[in-house]
């Protein structure tokens, strides 16, 4: 069974549905709570998106990840190097102080994810001439893949037979870079807490 990230604050939730209205693919479910409408997700549907988190109002959507293991085990002095998803650059107003707060908070070593994407790219040119694939769905996006598992398994030949560019990153940090430290992720994308834990 997939881990759900993605949970209700039933003392939050007011049961306005608006999760339930945005929802791509149904995984939210209104339930009785003493007396009252609420709201939570289905593990077993959720896509991990993260939609119903931008549309609550009343802060009663939330997600878990392993952020406070993640500083608590620097902060132990484990040797941890940290790989960083492009998209922090524009989602996160100040990433320079980010990148600054990990290192000042003991990450070994910092890598961008970008080169991971040129050895994504070249794995899919290669799997496209020596196995004369016509058709692939390229998922560097947890979010089509879960889709994909849940709701569209015919499609399941089509996905690219590559890892995405992070995991492609840390591939090549361990075999090529002969990196023993423990590597975490930074990504404004929540359902990439569904990648790295599998």
């Not at 609420?38 to 959720?46: G, H």
């Not at 070593?109 to 794995?123: H, M, N, Q």
């Not at 870079?177 to 992720?185: E, G, M, Q, R, T």
Request: glycine residues 4%; aromatic residues 8%; hydrophobic residues 35%.
């Amino acid at each position: 069974m997939q881990k759900s990230i993605i949970h209700t604050d039933e003392q939050q939730c007011m049961g306005c549905n608006k999760c339930i209205a945005k929802c791509p693919v149904n995984a939210n479910v209104a339930k009785i709570v003493d007396g009252k409408n609420k709201v939570s997700v289905d593990p077993l549907r959720c896509i991990q998106c993260g939609e119903c988190i931008r549309v609550c109002d009343h802060g009663a959507r939330y997600y878990s990840d392993d952020t406070d293991e993640f500083f608590k085990r620097l902060a132990n002095g484990e040797k941890i190097s940290v790989l960083v998803a492009p998209s922090v650059r524009n989602n996160f107003s100040d990433y320079k102080k980010l990148l600054g707060l990990l290192k000042k908070s003991g990450a070994n070593l910092i890598y961008d994810v970008s080169f991971g994407a040129d050895i994504t790219t070249w794995a899919y040119l290669k799997a496209i001439k020596e196995k004369q694939i016509s058709t692939m769905i390229a998922q560097p996006c947890p979010v089509i893949v879960s889709y994909i598992q849940h709701y569209k398994t015919k499609l399941l030949p089509y996905l690219a037979p590559i890892q995405s560019p992070a995991m492609c990153a840390a591939i090549y940090i361990r075999k090529y870079k002969n990196s023993n430290d423990d590597l975490a992720f930074i990504s404004p994308c929540i359902a990439k807490t569904i990648e790295f834990s599998d």
